[in-house]
């Protein structure tokens, strides 16, 4: 008991360390949200053949919501496949106020997200030539009345009291991680932790990726939480933040009709994500 109490109250102080570090980040993000926000799914809307290049774009920007923005102007057929896609990959989620918090370095957060964007934009580009070539474009036609409204993020309530919810919400799920991972690594100590590293071999990229598929922000803070305490590889990591789109995936099953569709959608987001995670592993890229 006296041990668990220890690392608790460890837990506990490293926690509230990082809430300014995500309170500011949020109180960043809503603001880009409402600067922001509707001039990005415009300029998604006229970027014709080069909507992937501008979805991957736009998903970098970490606002909540806009994934299952984009998922609604493709459920109306304004933007691609590959658009859709592309914003998925790149979509940040969670990850960024985390990183924030921890005070990793900007060349690690930068790293991050260019293989998101790089990613985002080579899929969707071959997705959407894929689909010119085989004529699967067809239904071309714009669909307005499937498109969704976007998840209600408590705006009317102004930036200051959204972050603060944003902020509580992540510091718990980050409390919870943290409490684990520091109970584990105190009790195995610091000798065995070379043995039993989750994040080294391809079987947990391939859970990463799965996992990440879960729609809900604790996915990523986990992680996120599991990659900077040294627990989770690279590999893991990315397979799990590229296949992480935020609320787009339920967005998408709730706008779309076409259930087989969004079947193939989500599977094609899982082959990519794990694609990319087990190359990153094979080449050994570290972003430390």
């Known amino acids: 008991m006296e041990f668990f109490i220890n690392v608790l109250i460890e837990t506990c102080i490293d926690s509230l360390k990082i809430f300014p570090f995500l309170f500011l980040s949020y109180l960043l993000m809503e603001y880009l949200e409402h600067h922001t926000g509707s ?17 991957a774009l736009a998903g970098l920007v970490p606002q909540c919501g806009f994934s299952a923005a984009a998922t ?7 933007v691609s496949l590959g658009t859709l896609i592309a914003v998925y990959l790149s979509t940040s989620d969670e ?12 060349k690690v957060i930068f790293s991050i997200l260019a293989v998101k964007l790089i990613t985002g934009m080579a899929a969707g580009f071959a997705i959407d030539g894929i689909c010119r070539l085989t004529k699967k474009n067809a239904d071309n036609e714009y669909h307005i009345h ?6 209600h ?16 919400k992540v510091l718990l799920f980050v409390f919870v991680i943290s409490l684990a991972i520091t109970y584990f690594m105190d009790y195995i100590g610091v000798s065995g932790i070379q ?46 933040l590229l296949v992480g789109a935020g609320v787009g995936l339920l967005t998408l099953f709730r706008a779309n009709k076409k259930f ?6 989500a599977f094609l987001l ?11 592993k094979a080449l050994g890229i570290s972003f430390m």
């Open 95 to 106: 990850m960024i106020p985390v990183l924030i918090s921890a005070q990793v370095p900007g």
């Open 72 to 78: 609604g102007l493709y459920a109306g057929r304004i």
């Open 270 to 280: 899982w082959v990519i994500g794990l694609a990319v995670g087990c190359l990153v």
């Open 195 to 240: 043995y039993v590293a989750i994040g080294e071999s391809y079987g947990i990229v391939v859970l990463a990726s799965i996992i990440g598929l879960i729609p809900n922000c604790a996915v990523s803070v986990a992680l996120t939480e599991l990659y900077v305490g040294g627990m989770l590889g690279e590999g893991a990591l990315i397979s799990g």
């Open 260 to 265: 087989f569709e969004n079947v193939k959608i």
């Open 39 to 55: 001039k990005a799914v415009k300029f998604l809307k006229k970027a014709g053949p080069f909507g992937p290049a501008a979805g």
């Open 146 to 151: 499937e498109m969704c409204e976007s998840e």
């Open 153 to 168: 993020c408590h705006c009317e309530d102004g930036i200051f009291k959204s972050a603060l919810r944003h902020s509580l």
